[in-house]
């Protein structure tokens, strides 16, 4: 009942168009939006550009022929040439932009609606990785080198890899959403790492696969490859369909879910088929094209609310129709040539998706703020701190955490073997007493030339970026209150990378080190500005952040295409993370960076300690919230910049650093120095296992790190029962 402010019941509307007569309901629920409207309007404008797509293109047919063709006007369809173009590329190519597009746009709506995650996107379950995977093996192993090939081995990786994060996720309790989100995430960084492995020990290889993994659909075979997946896309759609009643009721929880009679675990099981199925046959039909499931879904979420019908629906129009745009551009922005269509799709997509979470309804597709959601911020306080140790001189004193302390005396010790060892091990042989010798100068000159020239460099290198990383990883875990919050999730590795390499074209073939820390200040200021400031909510920051390294992954993509081989394969191995050739010489910077920053960085975590506690807490214990962020994320941008233009983009060190001197120290304090001496350690053990792990074959430090990073994260975050947060 309502009433107006006289404490009068309010009488309805005299003349409300859409109001329901008197006596009945309306059917539509409250806060429902009308989606029919902008149905119609998608579907206009996906027709609209369909018919540019078949109008458009590198040879001299306009639309009038094309329809003459379509309407076999005046025997049009005898013309051979006009066959050639319109029936046999313009034509099929149209038809699979526009069942790539609605593929990847309803598998990214169901991703999203079964985890309750409006950042799931469908490399969620490994899809894209383990297809890149499959060509990778087809054309190293195999020698696959026919379009057919590459679509059934990226088939059969995604279904491969989709069966493996199934199997996990549902392993010990069930597949809950978050345990299908970081399940899928460790096993990609497996598969991805393979890949990596395969590509740089095969130039052939990765010659073909950076042509495949920039996404075109200019080399589909036709009407041929459609014949081959339309059996499998259609199950995938129908299947999709089918799963849209039980989606609806599983929204309203597991509980009432199977009072309604419908089975959750069944229905996530149904959803992740469907997703695979449709995936699969996208990624195997114009390669890996990133960035649209979760675009799509964003967009039906923003105009259908949480109706999981008009939801799917939307979504695979939006699809459509993005990808289709994209083609067409692709197509004439740089003829004679074709543009890559995944750049396309990111530079549509991105400015899309920034806009879209700035607008005022985005606050309803917040369905889980990950950084209101973690243990830290619902434990209330942190856990008390154990027995210190105190030294006392007359007025002065100094308190030392003692399990902090010796936890910093291990992993020192620990460090110093790993280098000892880093030293010695090699293709030559070297034993113990001569490797010393060497290091202080003594002994065979090509001893002393092999050990300090080329070994000790790298290794100094190494210990230099590996702490970088674990305290920019320490500094924003801690800040956001999230164990998978690491300086990706800004895109500064991204944009350390994107700098290095256009630097590469002015400043040699790796670029100048002061790239890294500049492309990754740009791309937390974008983040940061777009997302609107440091305090807003973590799911904006998390989308402009995934909209920034969209964009800086399509600029790295366009830039290694361009280049040739050679050149091309050096700056792969760098991008994937290398110590190879790095030296004093490049590790200073970062060394002097380090000796500035420590020291910061330690007098900051006390206060950032006191912001595990709510705001106004930390306030009145005389702590500034928003400076405190401010000087921790400028310092993790600065540290991991620097790591970046030392040896590239190392993976999961910033992830696991944190979280391995964390559970050796006291869990109530901030394992600053912890998190550099185990950031150090964990580069050192991953470039010595690179170098002796297959003899002849140097395996880079970052694949290394992605390969082993996978089953780590499985460990630290699915191995309890239990919430995996």
Same mark, same amino acid.
């Given at each position: ?80 040439? *006009? ?17 790539v597009g609605a593929a990847l746009g309803v598998a990214g709506a169901q991703l999203q609606s079964v985890t309750r995650n409006p950042l799931a996107e469908t490399g969620l379950l490994g899809v894209n990785a383990g297809a890149s995977l499959g060509v990778v093996l087809g054309i190293a192993v195999l ?21 493996v994060v199934l199997l996990v996720a549902s392993s010990r309790g069930g597949g809950s959403p978050m345990r299908l989100v970081l399940a899928g995430s460790a096993v990609a960084a497996i598969f991805r790492g393979l890949t990596d492995v395969l590509i740089v020990n095969s130039p052939e290889a990765y010659e073909r696969y950076r042509v495949w993994v920039l996404g075109s659909l200019a080399g589909v075979e036709g009407w041929t490859t459609l014949r081959q ?8 759609? *129908?299947?999709?369909? *089918? ?225 970088? *990383? ?127 920053? !420590? ?37 993790? !941008? ?24 964390? =559970?050796?120290? !006291?869990?109530? =304090? ?56």
């Amino acid at each position: 009942m309502t009433f107006s402010q006289a404490g009068v019941r309010a009488a309805p509307p005299a003349t409300a168009p859409d109001s329901p007569p008197p006596g009945r309901r309306s059917r539509r629920p409250e806060g429902a939006r009308p989606t029919w409207p902008a149905v119609t309007a998608a579907a206009v404008l996906l027709l609209a550009l369909a018919a540019l797509s078949l109008s458009v293109g590198a040879g001299e047919v306009g639309p009038g022929r094309v329809l003459d063709y379509l309407l076999n006007h005046d025997g049009a369809r005898a013309d051979g040439r *006009l066959a050639l173009v319109v029936g046999d590329l313009r034509l099929p190519r149209t038809l699979i932009a526009l069942l790539v597009g609605a593929a990847l746009g309803v598998a990214g709506a169901q991703l999203q609606s079964v985890t309750r995650n409006p950042l799931a996107e469908t490399g969620l379950l490994g899809v894209n990785a383990g297809a890149s995977l499959g060509v990778v093996l087809g054309i190293a192993v195999l020698g696959v080198q026919t379009s057919f090939g590459y679509l059934a081995f990226a088939f059969g990786g995604a279904v491969l890899a989709s069966t493996v994060v199934l199997l996990v996720a549902s392993s010990r309790g069930g597949g809950s959403p978050m345990r299908l989100v970081l399940a899928g995430s460790a096993v990609a960084a497996i598969f991805r790492g393979l890949t990596d492995v395969l590509i740089v020990n095969s130039p052939e290889a990765y010659e073909r696969y950076r042509v495949w993994v920039l996404g075109s659909l200019a080399g589909v075979e036709g009407w041929t490859t459609l014949r081959q997946l339309a059996p499998v896309l259609g199950a995938g759609f *129908l299947l999709a369909a *089918l799963t849209t009643r039980p989606l609806t009721a599983l929204a309203l929880g597991d509980d009432l879910a199977r009072g309604l009679g419908h089975r959750p675990g069944a229905t996530r099981a149904a959803v992740a088929v469907a997703v695979t199925l449709l995936t699969a046959s996208a990624v195997a039909l114009a390669g890996p094209i990133a960035f649209l499931g979760l675009l799509s879904g964003f967009l039906a979420r923003t105009v259908a609310g949480p109706r999981i019908g008009r939801l799917t629906l939307l979504a695979a129009l939006f699809g459509a129709t993005v990808l289709t745009g994209a083609d067409v551009l692709a197509r004439v922005v740089a003829r004679p040539f074709e543009a890559p269509v995944s750049v396309i799709v990111a530079l549509i997509g991105a400015p899309a998706l920034i806009a879209i979470v700035r607008s005022r309804h985005s606050a309803a597709l917040a369905m889980a703020d990950p950084a209101e959601s973690t243990p830290a911020a619902r434990s209330g306080e942190p856990a008390p701190p154990k027995a210190d140790l105190t030294l006392r001189h007359g007025t002065w004193s100094l308190l030392l955490p003692r399990r902090a302390l010796l936890a910093s005396l291990g992993l020192a010790g620990a460090l110093l073997a790993a280098v000892v060892v880093s030293a010695h091990a090699g293709q030559s042989e070297l034993d113990l007493a001569r490797t010393f010798q060497a290091v202080f100068g003594y002994g065979d000159r090509l001893d002393v030339l092999l050990v300090q020239k080329f070994r000790l460099g790298r290794i100094v290198a190494g210990l230099a970026a590996g702490a970088a *990383l674990g305290l920019a990883g320490c500094l924003t875990q801690t800040l956001a209150r999230n164990r998978l919050a690491t300086p990706e999730l800004l895109g500064v590795n991204d944009g350390a990378t994107a700098a290095v390499l256009i630097s590469a074209s002015t400043a040699g073939t790796f670029g100048a080190w002061w790239a890294g820390p500049l492309g990754a200040l740009v791309a937390v200021l974008v983040v940061t500005l777009a997302s609107g400031g440091l305090g807003a909510r973590g799911y904006r920051i998390l989308v402009v952040g995934l909209a920034m390294s969209a964009l800086a992954s399509a600029v790295i993509q366009v830039a290694m295409a361009r280049r040739s081989l050679n050149s091309a394969g050096s700056l792969y191995i760098w991008t994937n993370g290398s110590l190879n050739g790095r030296d004093l010489a490049v590790a200073t910077p970062v060394l002097i960076g380090l000796a500035a920053l !420590v020291p910061v960085a330690l007098a900051v975590a006390r206060r950032l300690a006191v912001l595990r506690f709510d705001d106004n807490i930390a306030s009145a214990l005389g702590v500034d919230p928003g400076r405190v962020r401010l000087a921790c994320l400028l310092l993790a !941008v600065a540290l991991a910049g620097l790591a970046v233009g030392v040896c590239g983009p190392v993976g999961f060190v910033a992830l696991a650093a944190p979280v391995i001197a964390g =559970r050796l120290a !006291v869990p109530a =304090r901030v394992p600053v120095l912890g998190s550099a001496l185990t950031g150090a350690l964990l580069v050192v053990l991953a470039d010595t296992l690179g170098r002796v792990l297959f003899a002849g074959v140097e395996i880079p430090v970052g694949i290394v790190t992605t390969v082993l990073g996978g089953p780590f994260l499985l460990w630290v975050l699915l191995g309890r029962k239990g919430s995996p947060a």
